[in-house]
């Protein structure tokens, strides 16, 4: 890329879903697995790339922990019988909540070419 150019990253991370699934082994629920329409890479090897590659991550957003643990820790828990789906009213409801970071399945990165 030529310098100034701006490359934006939407990738999903091995990092959220770790630390969801102590959350879930708190609560007693098996460990959630990587989905797989989505390749989990490290947040630290995509950083390093990155800045290898002469890019200067300029923001970095965990944007979906809020949903995240409503979806993959607390839904399971609270409805251990139901099966997991997008419109359940938890999913909607922690959909719209603030977002907390740190347990985000995907995270949002914007770089710049020095």
């Known amino acids: 890329l030529p310098v100034g150019s701006k490359i934006l990253l939407i990738s999903a991370f091995v990092d ?8 879930r082994h708190v609560l007693s629920l098996e460990p959630a697995t990587e989905s797989k329409i989505n390749d989990y890479s490290r ?9 290898m590659s002469g890019m200067k991550i300029v923001k970095d957003v965990d944007f979906s922990s809020t949903y995240a ?4 820790v607390l839904q399971p828990y609270l409805y251990p019988d139901v099966e997991p789906y997008l419109t ?13 970071e740190g ?4 995270q949002f990165i914007v770089a710049v070419k020095e």
């Not at 643990?69 to 993959?72: A, C, F, L, V």
């Not at 359940?88 to 907390?100: C, G, R, T």
């Open 69 to 72: 643990i409503g979806s993959r």
């Open 16 to 23: 959220g879903l770790i630390k969801l699934n102590v959350l």
């Open 103 to 106: 347990f985000g399945l995907h």
């Open 88 to 100: 359940h009213p938890i999913n909607e409801y922690f959909s719209k909540l603030p977002n907390i």
């Open 43 to 51: 947040l630290v090897d995509v950083k390093h790339a990155l800045e």
